[in-house]
């Protein structure tokens, strides 16, 4: 959609919404398949605030998403662009949120507990009680 906005027949003067973002969507559009090829997320979605845990957040991607949203509002708010402003400056809302959970739920996280070999003792456990 941004392509579309930045095209100059829609919104004339902006070259570098439509450079910028034609480029992101080949590099997301390639990131996103490799993504979804190579990982099994699954079963690990949205589980930050049920499990108290980051383990499944990653944080490098959140501080991303929050300097993305902070250079793209300030970008609006130069140019005066309320479409431009109102969609990143939920995406700076969301970043914060997104490191607010990570700083709140980090040192309630076990980085070292294996998800499988929890599964594994808690079936070992209810085969051996039931014997």
């Given at each position: 959609m ?14 570098l919404?439509?450079?910028?973002n034609?480029?992101?969507l080949v ?6 398949g490799?993504?979804?090829?190579y ?5 690990k ?8 845990s980051?383990?499944?957040?990653p944080f ?18 130069v ?25 709140y739920y980090?040192k309630t996280t ?22």
């Open positions: 941004w392509c579309l906005y930045g095209m100059p027949s829609v919104h004339p003067d902006s070259l919404v439509i450079t910028i034609g480029i992101g590099i997301e559009s390639f990131y996103v490799v993504f979804f090829l990982s099994n997320t699954w079963p979605r949205k589980r930050v605030i049920k499990t108290q980051v383990k499944y957040l490098y991607l959140s501080l991303a998403n929050l300097a993305n949203g902070m250079v793209w509002s300030t970008y609006a708010l140019k005066f662009d309320a479409y431009i402003l109102i969609p990143n400056g939920l995406g700076v809302f969301s970043g914060m949120v997104q490191l607010g959970l990570y700083a980090y076990n980085w070292d507990e294996d998800e499988g070999a929890q599964q594994s003792d808690l079936e070992l456990h209810d085969g051996h009680n039931k014997a």
